[in-house]
């Protein structure tokens, strides 16, 4: 029996803000691009594999009642990977008003459209990354 390895994903602001849950997998052909493999040694989680570059990269570390970002980008369009921990992404459409929180867990990956307002609201110590191609 062939096994499937889906990516889950959820939409939020019409697509304008996307969370993606990378599957848990042991080393094999087949798996997905995107995918966390949980090793003797430890996790691997390969959350970038395309054609646009990463030009931006930061290192996020989450404390619980201390919230970060509350901001938008006219131009740069973002990710953000969960490391470990548990946060919520607030989100806003600047031009519409438009709001959504956006659970994100350990092994979730967020993709922010320009024009979103976005403030990570840490319920758990954790880490993150966050990178962008501008």
Do not use: C, W
Not at 10 to 29: A, D, E, N
Not at 56 to 67: D, K, Q, T
Not at 115 to 124: E, Y
């Amino acid at each position: 029996m062939q096994q499937r390895h889906m990516i889950s994903e959820s939409v939020f602001l019409g697509g304008r803000v996307i969370r993606k849950t990378l599957p848990v997998l042991s080393p094999q052909p087949g798996a997905p691009p995107l995918k966390r493999l949980m090793l003797p040694q430890g996790e691997l989680a390969q959350f970038h594999d395309g054609i646009e570059p990463i030009r931006y990269l930061a290192y996020i570390e989450l404390r619980p009642g201390a919230l970060r970002g509350n901001h938008y980008h006219k131009v740069k369009r973002e990710y953000v990977y969960v490391i470990g921990g548990k946060t919520e992404l607030l989100v806003q459409d600047v031009n519409s008003g438009d709001r959504a929180m956006v659970p994100l867990n350990s092994g979730d990956l967020a993709f922010i459209e320009t024009g979103i307002a976005h403030t990570l609201r840490p319920l758990t110590d954790g880490q993150a990354v966050e990178f962008s191609a501008a």
